[in-house]
């Protein structure tokens, strides 16, 4: 059974860093493109980053790029998300997800979520 487990989310100061963790069971890294997706309460799961298979292409979000960074290590069946410079504005659950198609970073590629970790930001 493939199963998805998050980590790392924490209650951290503005400007403050964390490095989330997203590690796959029951299934090959490698087979699928990583996304990271938040959801903020009384708003809806937005995109944060995505990954390729193999690391070479990345995709972000307007609100996060230059501050969070996703990268991958197959060997360990993990996807990562740094986030520097974090914002209040970043409080959300963190949830990452498997896309089906290894090579697409589009929403719509990724259809299958872990249960999420929380981040807070206090300003």
């Known amino acids: 059974q493939v199963q998805l487990v998050e980590s790392g989310g924490r209650s951290v100061q503005a400007g403050g860093s964390l490095t989330l963790s997203c590690t796959l069971s029951?299934?090959?890294?490698?087979?699928?493109?990583m996304g990271w997706f938040r959801q903020a309460p009384g708003k809806e799961r937005e995109f944060v980053a995505a990954?390729?298979?193999?690391?070479?292409?990345?995709k972000y979000a307007d609100s996060v790029k230059g501050r969070f960074t996703i990268s991958r290590d197959n060997d360990k069946n993990t996807a990562y998300l740094q986030m520097n410079s974090l914002k209040h504005e970043d409080t959300a659950v963190y949830s990452c997800?498997?896309?089906?198609?290894?090579?697409?970073?589009?929403?719509?590629?990724?259809?299958?979520w872990g249960q999420g970790t929380q981040v807070t930001v206090s300003s």
């Open positions: 997800a498997l896309g089906l198609s290894p090579y697409e970073l589009g929403v719509a590629n990724f259809g299958y």
């Open positions: 990954i390729s298979w193999s690391g070479t292409m990345t």
């Open positions: 029951g299934g090959t890294l490698s087979s699928y493109a």
